[in-house]
């Protein structure tokens, strides 16, 4: 045992010992799934039945992009909910970032703890409360909106303008907290003498946040939007709660229906995990993609 103890003292293999949980928890539990999933997408693999998997190449990819109706619906309802949910969240978080953070602000701890809450609150409580809140018969908002109209009732959850509506508010309210709190980070990492600067020059207030706030952020913005495509391509926990889960597949017209829900559905409803997988990889694509985007713009932004 000495002796064993000895070499690896000698050949320096301590560090390598102390991290190895890491890599063989990384391996078991990271890169084997992933690579079982590649593997899984090139079979017509059933989770019920008595056959074997069958290869079939790149059957799954093609039968998806080409024959699945659902797929398609699923990936543009998912585009609408992450421009209309995700990525206006910037435009709001920004703001609130800049006059939270302003000197002339008082009791910043408060706003900063109301205004993160709603990301650490249960999503499944905070679907159904907007849920009750947007009912038809019964809601607060179609009683409120009965003081300005005519008395007519709006359907929300059984139109699919308004199944796109309500999940775009519970988006924005639950996780515009969370790009808020990021963005103050970044807004107290940017020197005031560069202010200083500007007041000195006779900057107004939008000059100086157009021509310093906004460029010393960009890295921020960058990584914001980027975590946002990542989230909003991944949508499920939201349209699955408010629609009824996997019988109602999105609701009116699938207009509640994501990539990711659809996802779902076809590996453990359906049972087609070949299919599933396929569907993860080619959203897995689609986020690489709008990420380069992201990535191109913010360079060109930056220079």
Known sequence: M???????????????????????????FGLYPILYSI????????????????????GNYANVLNQDPFFWKAMRNTVILLVTGSLLQHFIAIPLAIMINSKAVKGKEFFKTSFFLPYITSTVSVVIIFGVLFDTNYGLVNWLLGFVSDGAKIRWLQESFGIKFVLSVVLNWKYIGWNMVIYLAGLQAIPNELYEAADIDG??????????????????????????IIGGMQIFEEPFILTGGYENLGGHQNSGL???????????????????S??????????????????????????
């Open 278 to 303: 396929a569907i993860a990889w080619l959203i897995f694509l689609v986020i690489i993609v709008l990420n380069g985007v992201n990535r191109y713009v913010t360079k060109k932004l930056e220079g």
């Open 2 to 28: 000495q002796t064993i103890v000895k070499k690896f003292r000698n050949q320096g293999w301590y560090p390598y010992l102390f991290v190895s949980p890491f890599f063989i928890l990384f391996l078991v």
């Open 203 to 228: 900057a107004s207030s939008l000059r100086k946040h157009l021509s310093i706030t906004i460029p010393q952020l960009l890295p921020i913005i960058f990584f914001g939007v980027a975590l946002s």
């Open 258 to 276: 994501t990539a990711a829900y659809y996802l779902m559905f076809t590996a453990f409803k359906a049972y087609r995990l070949g299919k599933g």
């Open 39 to 58: 593997t899984t997408s090139f079979f017509d693999w059933r989770l019920i039945g008595t056959g074997t998997p069958r290869f079939i190449g790149l």
